[in-house]
């Protein structure tokens, strides 16, 4: 508590401490008053029930002191809360944030895109937030941060993460089977380290230089595919790629059946239209498409890395 890794933690954490403190004052007081109350009035002591009228300063007293207690909690819940809700400076980075069943996706200002968010220390950065399917909700715990990820809905939140460091991103919104596997981290690093970092666009391209084969597992993880599709055979919401490429599948097309080979057309369209051809026994509308968002070369890295899972 009041770690302040975030610009929003003093706000919350305050917050959370004065309606929690209220809570345990009147808890005691209320579970005191109770037994004494018990002990005290009980019928063997006073068989005989008094009678009061009423009292104007005991009412007045008991009006006030509430509604002081309860604006007390408004004022400091509203003062915790309006930053989250007021525009991001001007000079915030500005990062994509794509959530889909079940992965996160990051795009910063270069085009660099990954799976972990990564943000300069001290500095704003401007979340512009979008689901492609269901309503996700993008949830940062150490930094006192949730916003919900409606479809549809292009929203906006903003913060500025204080240390380095490596923290926990989670999705706050059950949505559907994987919902679990819908975590990441988000590593703060010190401004100079995130502008090498950023700039750095090689490392995807180098990996490939020196092995596509490793670039296209990558490539697959970057885009959170394994939540849905195993590297060992077993069987996850899709078909595992243990053993698929070159070998006879059995697909629903158009409802009828037939038998394909799984060749580079069949990975390449099992990417860009996934629901054309489904594997005789998986569910259809699971996967949405990811043209747009992966590249050609990733999709050959891709294809090329499933050729060595034969
Ligand atoms: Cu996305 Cu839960």
Same mark, same amino acid.
């Given at each position: ?24 004052? $009147? ?9 004494? $109350? ?34 007390? =909690?408004?004022? $400091? ?23 889909? =069943? ?10 660099? @895109?990954? /799976? ?26 150490? &930094?006192?941060?949730?916003? /919900? ?5 292009? @929203? ?13 991103? &989670? ?10 596997? =819908? ?47 195993? &590297? /060992? ?14 070998? @006879? ?17 069949? *990975? ?34 891709? *294809? ?7």
């Amino acid at each position: 508590m009041f770690s302040n890794t975030s610009n929003y933690v003093q706000g919350v954490d305050t917050a959370f401490i004065v309606i929690l403190s209220i809570i345990i004052f $009147f808890l005691i007081g209320l579970t005191t008053a109770l037994v004494i $109350f018990i002990i005290k009035y009980n019928e063997k002591k006073h068989p005989k029930a008094a009678h009061f009228h009423s009292n104007n300063t005991l009412e007045i007293i008991w009006t006030i002191i509430p509604l002081a207690l309860v604006m007390a =909690m408004f004022y $400091f819940g509203w003062t915790g809360y309006t930053p989250m809700e007021s525009k991001p400076p001007d000079n915030s980075l500005p990062i994509k944030v794509t959530a889909r =069943m079940w992965s996160w996706s990051f795009e910063y200002p270069n085009g660099r @895109r990954t /799976d972990t968010l990564y943000v300069p220390q001290g500095e704003p950065i401007a979340l512009h937030l979008t689901s492609l399917d269901v309503i996700h909700a993008f949830y940062i715990p150490a &930094f006192r941060i949730k916003k /919900d990820m409606v479809p549809g809905k292009d @929203r906006e939140a903003w913060f500025i993460a204080n240390s380095p460091g490596s923290y926990d991103l &989670f999705c706050a919104e059950y949505c559907g089977l994987e919902h679990s596997s =819908m975590l990441s981290t988000v590593e703060v690093l010190p401004k100079e380290k995130f502008e090498k970092w950023l700039a750095d666009t090689s490392t995807g391209v180098a990996a490939s230089v020196q092995s596509p084969v490793l670039a296209g597992k990558t490539v697959l993880q970057k885009y959170g595919c394994n939540a849905c599709h195993s &590297f /060992d055979g077993s069987r996850l919401l899709g078909p595992s790629y243990k053993g698929l490429f070159g070998e @006879r599948v059995t697909v629903i097309t158009n409802g009828a059946e037939r038998d394909i080979v799984a060749d580079e057309a069949y *990975i390449r369209r099992s990417i860009l239209n996934p629901n054309t051809d489904i594997v005789k026994g998986f569910q259809k509308g699971l996967m949405l498409s990811y043209e747009g968002q992966i590249t050609d070369e990733e999709i050959n890295q891709v *294809i090329e890395y499933l050729k060595t899972l034969h």
